[in-house]
């Protein structure tokens, strides 16, 4: 039940200063009531590819297949009961290649709009929406595949963001 006169944290359409806020009790109970009632772990990390010799793009293709593949099976092993989504972004000037899968056991839907056959550097977006398990066992089930999936397929990779971290630090701020 949602009562019309109550305005949710989420509505900021107000004045108020949140700086002025006690910031660390406030977010971190904001952060737990939405999970408490949405119950879905969430988790993005960015990462960087580099590639002096190139990754032909029919590679990388095969890769994104897999790592979505294993990361979906990887949550639903680990506790999850659904998955709501798991995409990726592959971009780079040449274009991008968006990727989605909800079922591990279904093929992962690609959408490819890369120019390019052979990739030599590439932003890497990876988004990944869960029931039944927390932000920190959704990122430890992506993180048990990533390393050895990007080496199975010669894909060097550096992280340039883990939202976990980013998130957490500002809901753990004391």
């Not at 900021?12 to 119950?39: K, P, Y």
């Not at 690609?110 to 052979?118: A, E, N, Y």
């Not at 050895?148 to 701020?173: C, L, M, N, Q």
């Amino acid at each position: 039940m949602h009562d019309d006169d109550h305005d949710h944290e989420d509505d900021h359409d107000d004045d108020h200063d949140h700086e002025d806020d006690n910031t660390s009790g406030r977010d971190r109970l904001h952060l737990d009531i939405h999970r408490a009632v949405d119950e879905l772990g969430k988790y993005a990390i960015d990462m960087k590819v580099t590639s002096p010799e190139g990754v032909k793009k029919e590679v990388v293709l095969k890769f994104i297949d897999d790592l979505m593949t294993k990361v979906t099976k990887s949550c639903m092993d680990n506790g999850a009961d659904l998955v709501g989504h798991v995409k990726s972004f592959f971009s780079n000037d040449d274009g991008s290649i968006m990727s989605s899968i909800v079922d591990h056991r279904a093929p992962t839907r690609i959408k490819d709009s890369m120019g390019s056959d052979v990739i030599y550097e590439a932003r890497f977006m990876f988004h990944i929406i869960v029931h039944g398990i927390w932000d920190d066992h959704v990122r430890e089930s992506v993180l048990d595949v990533l390393d050895a999936t990007f080496r199975k397929w010669g894909i060097p990779y550096e992280v340039t963001a883990d939202h976990f971290d980013t998130e957490k630090s500002i809901a753990h701020h004391m």
